[in-house]
């Protein structure tokens, strides 16, 4: 089973909609993070979570909010979705506290969710 | 806030010939810089990364370099195969803040 999962994988929906994307994994990690990916822009920060009472804004968080339910679940919303929010989204986790020095700051990325607004 | 440059942002080349992706940063404070490699339809996954006080790092036909002075750092592959056909990533990081900053990624294609 996959370590960390995200649904869904694809989602189409309109301008306006709300929408929600979700992330669970089964690392035990406490870090957890959204990213968005778009073709020649790479990979962008909206929000970490270092636990369960802590998010962050990255990057560009404008138009997202993120839910952090439990440990191994971390949520992203829009709002109302506009069509240039079309992404490819990930999740990822870390773990502060590693077993060995050298997967320290390692990311665990999920599959990603492909999202379009139209 | 820290940002990532990477270059080029596709690069061809022939089985067995090597390759070079190459990466510069922009806050000095930056300790941490892996790179991760993106397969189709899959999430990136790391594939070597190297603290600031080390020079240059090897794992068999991969090795990242990095000039702290210059602010860049490059991902080498060598005796490339079609399995080393993707995205990959370069990111930079402060210590114990585990944010990553990345770069805007590098198809690389490996031709028969």
């Known amino acids: 089973d996959a370590d960390v999962t995200q649904t869904p994988r694809n989602r189409i929906t309109k301008t306006g909609k709300r929408i929600m994307l979700e992330c669970s994994q089964t690392?035990?990690?406490?870090?957890m993070y959204w990213y968005r990916q778009d073709p020649g822009l790479g990979l962008r920060l909206i929000y970490y979570s270092f636990d369960v009472k802590d998010i962050n804004k990255g990057e560009i968080s404008d138009g997202y909010s993120v839910s952090r339910q439990a440990q191994a679940k971390f949520s992203l919303s829009l709002e109302s979705a506009i069509p240039n929010q079309t992404a490819l989204y990930f999740c990822a986790t870390s773990d502060p506290n590693p077993p060995s020095e050298s997967s320290y700051n390692e990311q665990f990325f999920g599959p990603g969710t492909r999202l379009t607004v139209l | 806030g820290e940002n990532v440059e990477q270059h080029p942002s596709t690069l061809s080349v022939q089985e067995g010939d090597s390759a070079v992706i190459k990466c510069t940063y922009s806050?000095?404070?930056?300790?941490?810089f892996p790179w991760y490699k993106q397969e189709l339809g899959k999430g990136p996954q790391l594939i070597i990364d190297?603290?600031?006080?080390?020079g240059e790092k090897k794992d068999q036909r991969i090795a990242v370099t990095l000039n702290k002075t210059a602010k860049h750092f490059s991902l080498h592959i060598t005796e490339t195969q079609p399995e080393d056909s993707a995205v990959y990533f370069c990111?930079?990081?402060?210590?114990?803040?585990?944010?990553?900053?990345f770069g805007t990624g590098t198809r690389l294609q490996v031709t028969l």
């Open positions: 806050d000095s404070a930056s300790n941490y």
């Open positions: 190297i603290r600031s006080n080390v």
């Open positions: 990111a930079a990081s402060t210590g114990t803040a585990s944010k990553l900053t």
């Open positions: 690392k035990g990690h406490d870090r």
